[in-house]
């Protein structure tokens, strides 16, 4: 046999020998990550409520993304020995389920865990039986309205046909399991039988972060009929209104909301600043309707 011959078929069952070892090796058995919560902890003077809804969450293992996970999650990964494990929280994009976003103002959780194959770990902070997170120290928040105080910071606009109340009725008030917050007031709006509009922009003006920066208008929110919300740009020889998203009525449930303002906001570099405004109609001839709002805040990066 020529040497060229033999030499291809020694490397040939070399490989093979190699092929067969390696498909002795046993599979290594995964640790599972346990993450039935998330939580918010906020100074409540400076930032506003801690409600939130941080509805997914994204792995990263010893600094390699693993993927994105809608809690709870048990998510299984390969760990070896000590094993820094990093969640990033998520919201809903404009309360779209199907539009998930990292919301890069909510600090991520660290951990470090060390644990055999086949064990669940639960990823967790201190005493708490979840991750709780917090606003980045860079993070601006201005609290729009929070109905705590003795005047409302939004006026009916000439479209409206009712007012913007503050309701003290515990059976209307902002509530939200688990929430360790004192909430004495609400805002409450009452349209009148249909056809009626109403609609309110916020009596402050702000000057928010143009060029593609991400700008959030977070809200609690319980409605019987659509709610828009948007912003007015205030430019100097002009008022342009922008409107943004649209929530559907709530079942008599309190909600929360992430929406996004950056297309409206950076789509005028001319603006000087800009006003929040909310708005609904009611199109029912036999009954009025009523919608609530609470816990209003712009959130940005300064």
Known sequence: MPFRC??????????????LAGCERKAQVPVYLRIDDFG????????????????????????????????????????NGETV????????????VSLRNQYEFYIPHTQTINAPGGSEVRIKSGNSQYPITQYTPITEINILEDFEGAGINF????????????????????????LNEVNTKSGKVILPKGPSLVEFESINRYV????????YLEVNYKCEVPIIFGV????????????VVAVVATGGE?????????????AYPNAINYSIFFGSANTDSQNKKEIFVDNMKLVYWK
Do not use: C
Not at 6 to 19: D, G
Not at 85 to 96: A, E, F, K, M
Not at 208 to 215: E, H, M, R, Y
């Open 155 to 178: 006026k009916a606009t000439s479209k409206s046909d009712s007012s913007l109340l503050v309701t003290t009725d515990p059976a209307e008030l902002f509530t939200e399991p688990g």
């Open 232 to 243: 007015f740009v205030h430019e100097s020889l002009q008022k342009i209104q922008a409107p």
């Open 85 to 96: 494990v990093r969640v990033i929280p998520g919201i809903n994009l404009n309360g779209q």
């Open 40 to 79: 918010l902890q906020t100074n409540f003077a400076t930032q506003g409520t801690a409600s939130h809804r941080i509805t997914t969450v994204w792995l990263e293992v010893d600094g390699e993304d693993i993927g994105a996970y809608e809690l709870p999650i048990v998510a299984p990964i390969i760990a």
């Open 254 to 266: 309190w909600k929360k909301i992430y929406i996004n303002l950056v297309s409206e906001v950076s």
């Open 6 to 19: 033999m030499r291809r078929r020694l490397l040939l069952v070399s490989t093979m020998l190699i092929f």
């Open 208 to 215: 928010l972060p143009k060029f593609g920066n991400n700008v």
